[in-house]
């Protein structure tokens, strides 16, 4: 009878070991789970982390890229400096010409209306040639304005008839100075400033001409 207990009591003994067991690897097992569980939401986390940047930049450029400026830029304001990469035709801006009357125009080798309106830029060039520069500024690649300039056009290319200076903004800095300030977000945008530096138009270069001719009158009426 002895003998039966001791066996009895080793084999329930051996059965409490294998539950303790049991449930201690089902805990060890749940524990490795939860663990996978949170590493893996850390890690979602941490992609999440690593993107917001990104993410905020974009919908800084979109959202607030007119609020940079504490003032909205507008006609009477004095015109904000140039800060341009490449000059694609005619010679950089000198001193001795930023007494004269300017027309900037924001432009891109994909608008059409933009490439409609450059031979009505030319001749305006043409008309006011001693009294006005116009720079045509685009934001696109130095590459790219370059290729586009190099189309031909009957026995001549684009930027043997372009008739005025074209510049590259490729870092946006001007853009941002300029249209981003004024609230512009169409283009072509055409900005006249006078000889004392400033705005007296913002608009489409189409609609310009009445304020051009006032401009360029004020500034010869000046100089007599």
């Not at 070991?17 to 941490?46: G, H, V, Y």
């Not at 490449?86 to 933009?114: D, Q, R």
């Not at 060039?125 to 116009?134: V, W």
């Not at 490729?170 to 006249?192: E, H």
Request: net charge positive; with cysteine; proline share 4%.
């Amino acid at each position: 009878m002895g003998t039966n207990r001791k066996i009895k009591m080793n084999s329930i003994i051996k059965i409490l070991l294998c539950f303790i067991i049991s449930i201690t690897l089902q805990s060890c097992k749940e524990e490795n789970s939860s663990s996978k569980i949170i590493n893996d939401q850390a890690k979602k986390l941490s992609v999440k982390k690593k993107k917001l940047p990104y993410q905020v930049y974009l919908l800084s450029n979109k959202s607030n890229e007119s609020k940079l400026k504490t003032k909205k830029l507008s006609v009477g304001d004095l015109a904000p400096s140039l800060t341009l990469s490449n000059w694609h035709t005619g010679e950089p801006l000198k001193e001795n010409e930023t007494k004269k009357v300017f027309i900037v125009e924001f432009w891109a080798t994909w608008c059409a209306p933009c490439i409609k309106m450059m031979p009505h830029m030319k001749e305006i060039q043409k008309k006011y040639s001693n009294e006005l520069i116009i720079v045509g500024i685009s934001r696109e690649p130095s590459q790219k304005i370059d290729s586009f300039l190099s189309q031909k056009i009957g026995n001549s290319t684009r930027k043997k008839e372009m008739g005025y200076k074209i510049a590259s903004d490729y870092q946006s800095k001007t853009t941002k100075d300029w249209m981003s300030a004024a609230g512009q977000g169409s283009i072509p945008t055409a900005f006249i400033v006078d000889h004392k530096g400033v705005i007296q138009y913002i608009g489409h270069p189409g609609m310009m001409e009445k304020t051009l001719d006032i401009t360029i009158k004020k500034m010869q009426e000046s100089k007599l």
